[in-house]
């Protein structure tokens, strides 16, 4: 309902396009099944409050990631794959109930979409998937593009020509690593629309719906993860290494961990240190630092190899 409210008041209101970077993996195919919900159900039920020109105004949604277009094959390959008892292995049948469609219906569209690059949702709209190694697709209306944090990938792109007109909106959906341009626009997003009056002269709006996208566990669930054993090596003290998030985030993981380790609640899990990890590599088993040898100097020239190599995949 929020993205619905935030994409109408772009193109009907300010008169501008809307960016959504995303994760080539599930990120993408879930915000591909909320923007043809708002063309197929929210766009009609709205239609009526528009301006005459936009009320007969055609829109295009297009999906602009190579990594992307490959997954969103195979969700359309096995969508409506069933087990033997007969029921959907992956669908949700919700999202049948959502679209008004039925599952080979929305199998359907997404296989048109991957095969054929283009789909009819109605009257009000289509969906454009851009094939690998054609160009950036600036007339569309709404874009979702890869990459999620907007360092790389065709969202570059995009943000280079839309990114400066205030009319324009980005939607982030996803963790900002600290240093990402993805991390520079989330320090001026907002939960939600504001008036053109507060918006930058220069600047595209920014509005953060990374919580409702996210796929992490909250620092709650962490912990129950953590210190859930079912009463079984319960005994066996553990170190614990935070490595991933924000630093703020970390050292508040790090002291909760070390709050409910000192509340001793039956069947926990023992807890010996907590540990922020740093760019050193270790020894998972006696936890100390491991000095780098020519061995360990080559795979990481290796790695970093592997990692361009995924950087050129991943652009268009």
Known sequence: ANLAEVITHTLFVKGGKVLIPAFSLHRTQELLMDVLHWIKVDLPATKHALRENDKRRS???????????????????????????????????QLCESLAMQPEGIQATLQSL??????KVSDAGCLRMTKP?????????IVIASAGMCDNGPVVSYLD????????T?????YQSAGSKGAELMQ??????VSMESLSADQAEVIDMSPYYSAHADQQMLLDFLFRTDGFGCK?????????GNPNSKYALCDAIKMRANSSKDNDRQIKEVRIADARWLNLDS??????SPTDQALLSEIEALRQKIALLTND
């Not at 997954?71 to 969508?79: E, G």
């Not at 001026?188 to 629309?193: P, Q, V």
């Not at 066996?236 to 991933?244: K, R, W």
């Open 59 to 93: 829109i295009i949604a297009n999906v602009h990631a190579p990594l992307g277009r490959v997954v969103t094959q195979v969700y359309a390959n096995h969508l409506c794959s069933k087990s033997p008892n007969g029921k959907f292995k992956y669908l949700n049948t």
């Open 114 to 119: 991957v095969e054929h690059g283009s789909v």
């Open 133 to 141: 190694k054609t160009s950036s697709n600036f007339d569309a209306d």
């Open 161 to 168: 020509r839309w990114g400066e007109d205030p009319r324009n």
């Open 170 to 174: 980005v939607i982030l959906t996803g």
């Open 188 to 193: 001026r997003a907002t939960a939600s629309s």
């Open 236 to 244: 066996q003290s553990a170190t614990v290494l935070i490595n991933h």
């Open 287 to 292: 936890g100390e630092v491991i000095e780098a």
